[in-house]
């Protein structure tokens, strides 16, 4: 299993790999990936790579990731080419429109490749007095809720109770089932 | 006890580090090494080791600390980035060629590509320069493994010995076996020995052709006593390609010549490329026609090869001379060399949607409410005709509010602002110059230029940007914080202002850096001194890192669209990932995805047409 896992510096993106390193681990799994720190993260865009299996290499290679987890979608559309063929991108959108782009409709027809939509931003805002710090796990059940991934929903939960601070224990659960009942299937 | 867990790069290598019984470790922070020390601090205290843990003022002053506890007896090591090595490589070459004691092993991070750095050298080509044993890992789980075995290495040579794990090792993330401690119980003891430990010219013509022989005794032990880390992966059929690869290229060669399931390939993995095993080498590239070298950023096993005409590398062009080698690249490269067809690249269709929805990389900024952007502004309002050297850290990124003339390494917006006074001078020109370096940078390597600055009567503005932290890095302390590495371990703070006046400075005023209008006043009267006294005059912008999440009021703004008249001026000189300029209604307004209410922009539109919600909020 392959995830890349994009995003702007600063929105928390590497607290997802660890959730799912640890679900892998947990399971008994090998697991290797590649993050980004330093420059980038001063609110540019960044990258995670993340890979489940017997691979020795951190990093995903294009046309290789099963998953494209975004929680941004210019930064979506940017790295959609990671997808293999038949492929699913979770995308957090603040303007769904893009999604109708005729390039856009016709690359992801060609290459099979599906894409879910979560409405993170207003999500967060409606149901968590806007702390979009949130997002990371959000995203996290949107994958659940789309039925791609290859980890279940309760794997997350009991992930995100074991990584997350005590005192954001509930509010990061909440967050995954935010994010579980949001995603467009 | 024996167990696994999931470790960034980095925390393997000091998890290593700290199991191997290493006593004393000092750094001074850099992307991509920056974890690695306060990971060691941590596993020690895991561990319940007394490993003592400190950063270094620069990367010299870290060296030398760790390189003089080696010479009582300790297992130590130093840290850094690869450009923290040019700082350190006075103290690196001359301690190379002694015959030190306890094991000293020097981790040099490199970062290919470069994703946070002021260049991509090689730091292996450093350990060829100065002789020593370079380590170079493929994964987080070599790196670990290659910590035991290089201070074993450099305790019966009596060398330094470096580790050069890449950006892609560091910052990887594996999952990693922990076990425990070597016990080691050595007490510190110096043996006083000023042939062994005072470099005079006199030991470097016995110590030279020695660091020689011991070169060459490791070379011989790399030939034939690492195959953990040197060795090959033959190809089932009879091979059309041999590969050498070294570092990440080798894994990233692993997983493509699996996911091509090719069986007439095999790798040469080259886990110690200096000294190079060149009969190894040399073996290997006898039983094959056609051979490729993957290594990153220079050609250092390539260069150390008696022949190279059987090679396709960067000698001859087959591998590109600069930038990381992604995993896209080598399999171009590989399919080239085979002459196969190289898969095709980007998609058009998807260049096209970029285009149509208007999407680029998004470059990195200065954090919402950061300090910096407050301070450039003021500064540029007060003195727009100034020339702005600058420094390193994150207020490199006020480039983007045109702040930032010229960058050269840690410490240069001074000897910068130094230069040009005087090449203004020469002509007897009067030019303003305000100069900017950040509190961590002052300490690390701005105090020798502002003392000379002084002392050669130099008129200009020095701005320390002091946000309390070395933030770029992750936010590590310095000695202007006092507080140390460990929590709860406290040193003793530096004073900034003392610092300065130390350094000769007559004229050194501090202000609120959220304070546009005392900023300004304070930066116009700086100048003023220091063209009538004739020399620098500092002013210390000072108010906490965002990253250190520090209480401050919160002030919710917003846009009036009847007063703003679409100028763009907020967008040009405060540059706030919280305030976007909409193209569609021409009118800027406030993205509360990123904005953090730090207030400061209301005093920054000239129609006042950014205002305070507080009142409309309640
Ligand atoms: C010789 C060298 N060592 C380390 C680094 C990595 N580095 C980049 S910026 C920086 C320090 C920044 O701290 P400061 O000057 O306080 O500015 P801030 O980022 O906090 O604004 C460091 C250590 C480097 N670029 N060069």
């Not at chain 2, 020593?132 to 035991?148: G, L, N, S």
């Not at chain 2, 008696?306 to 960067?314: A, P, S």
């Not at chain 2, 007559?506 to 020399?535: C, F, G, M, P, Q």
């Not at chain 2, 569609?584 to 209301?602: L, P, Q, T």
């Amino acid at each position: 299993m392959q995830y890349v896992i994009v995003g702007i510096g600063g929105q928390g993106i590497l607290f997802t790999s660890r959730v799912l390193g640890h679900i892998a681990l947990s399971r008994g799994e090998r697991v290797v990936g590649s993050e980004v720190h330093g420059m980038a993260q001063r609110g540019g865009s960044v990258i995670s790579h993340f890979k489940v299996g017997d691979y020795s290499s951190p990093m995903v290679k294009a046309k290789d990731a099963d998953v494209l987890l975004a929680f941004d979608q210019n930064e979506a559309v940017r790295n959609l080419h990671f997808l293999k063929q038949g492929g699913h991108a979770i995308i957090n959108t603040h303007d769904p429109a893009f999604i109708e782009n005729p390039s856009l409709r016709k690359w992801m027809s060609d290459h099979g490749v599906t894409v879910h939509t979560v409405m993170g931003y207003d999500i967060l805002k409606r149901e968590m007095g806007g702390r979009f710090l949130f997002l990371n796990v959000l995203i996290l059940g949107a994958m659940c809720g789309a039925g791609v991934g290859n980890v279940t929903i309760e794997e997350v939960r009991e992930a995100v109770k074991v990584l997350a601070p005590a005192k954001f224990v509930e509010d990061n659960v909440k967050a995954v089932d935010l994010g579980y009942a949001g995603a467009s299937r | 006890m024996s167990n696994k867990a999931i470790l960034l790069g980095n925390e393997a290598i000091a998890r290593g580090i700290v199991e191997a019984g290493c006593e004393v470790a000092a750094a001074y922070p850099g992307t991509p090494s920056s974890e690695i020390l306060p990971s060691i601090a941590k596993w020690a205290d895991d561990l319940g080791t007394r490993t003592i843990v400190e950063w270094g003022a620069n990367e010299k002053v870290a060296f030398e600390m760790a390189a003089a506890a080696s010479f009582a007896g300790k297992r130590s090591c130093a840290v850094m980035k690869q450009v923290g090595l040019n700082v350190a490589a006075d103290p690196f070459m001359s301690v190379s060629h002694f015959d030190i004691k306890g094991g000293f092993l020097l981790v040099a991070a490199d970062d290919p590509g470069p994703h946070s750095s002021q260049t991509e050298q090689d730091s292996r080509f450093f350990a060829m320069f100065a002789k020593i044993p370079c380590f170079d890992p493929a994964t987080a789980v070599e790196a670990k493994e290659m910590v035991f075995d290089a201070y074993d290495l450099s305790e019966r040579h009596k060398i330094v010995t470096m580790l050069r794990p890449g950006v892609r090792v560091d910052h990887c993330r594996q999952d990693v076996e922990l076990k425990d401690v070597i016990e080691i119980s050595r007490p510190a003891s110096f043996e006083k020995d000023p042939r062994r430990w005072v470099c005079l010219p006199a030991s470097v013509r016995v110590n030279h052709p020695q660091l020689n022989a011991k070169r060459e005794a490791i070379r011989e032990e790399f030939e034939t006593r690492f195959s953990r880390y040197n060795y090959e992966v033959p190809a089932k059929k009879k091979a059309r390609l041999g590969v050498i690869a070294g570092g990440v290229s080798f894994s990233i060669v692993m997983d493509i010549l699996k996911a091509w399931g090719a069986d007439d390939i095999s790798v040469l993995k080259i886990g110690t490329p200096h000294p190079l095993p060149l009969k190894m080498v040399e073996d290997f590239i006898s039983r094959h026609d056609n051979v490729v070298v993957l290594e990153e950023t220079y050609p250092v096993i390539e260069m150390q090869l008696n022949d190279r005409t059987k090679i396709k590398g960067r000698w001859n062009g087959w591998v590109p001379g600069a930038g990381e080698l992604l995993p896209e690249l080598i399999e171009e490269i590989l399919c080239r060399v085979l002459g196969k067809e190289v898969p095709e690249g980007a998609s058009a269709e998807l260049k096209k949607a970029a285009e149509d929805l208007n999407i680029t990389p998004r470059p990195p900024m200065l954090c919402p409410g950061c300090p910096h952007r407050a301070s450039f502004f003021s500064i540029r309002q007060t003195l727009p005709k100034a020339i702005y050297p600058s420094d390193i850290g994150c207020y490199t990124l006020g480039v983007n509010q045109g702040m930032v003339d010229a960058v050269v390494d840690m410490g240069a917006s001074i000897t910068l602002a130094s230069g040009l006074f005087m090449a203004y001078k020469a002509d007897g020109k009067e030019q303003p110059i305000v100069a900017t370096i950040g509190d961590s940078t002052f300490f690390h390597m701005g105090l020798p230029g502002l003392a000379s600055a002084v002392y050669n009567k130099h008129i200009f503005v020095l701005v320390i940007l002091d946000n309390s932290l070395t933030a770029m890095t992750g936010g590590q302390s310095h000695p202007g914080i006092g507080d140390k590495l460990r929590k709860g371990e406290t040193g003793r703070r530096v004073d900034l202002e003392g610092a300065v006046k130390g350094c000769g400075v007559n004229w050194v005023k501090t202000t609120e850096a959220y304070d546009i209008s005392t900023s300004r006043t304070l930066v116009k009267e700086a100048w003023e001194h220091a063209k009538a006294h004739e020399e620098p005059a500092v002013v210390i912008f000072r108010h906490p890192c965002m990253l250190l999440r520090q209480k401050q009021a919160v002030i919710p703004v917003t846009v009036d669209p009847e007063k703003c008249i679409g100028c763009k001026f907020c967008i040009n000189f405060f540059n706030c990932p919280g305030l976007v300029f909409d193209e569609k209604s021409k009118k800027a307004y406030i993205d509360e995805r990123f904005c953090v209410k730090c207030g400061v922009c209301i005093n920054v539109c000239p129609h006042g047409a950014i205002l305070a919600t507080e009142g409309e909020e309640a």
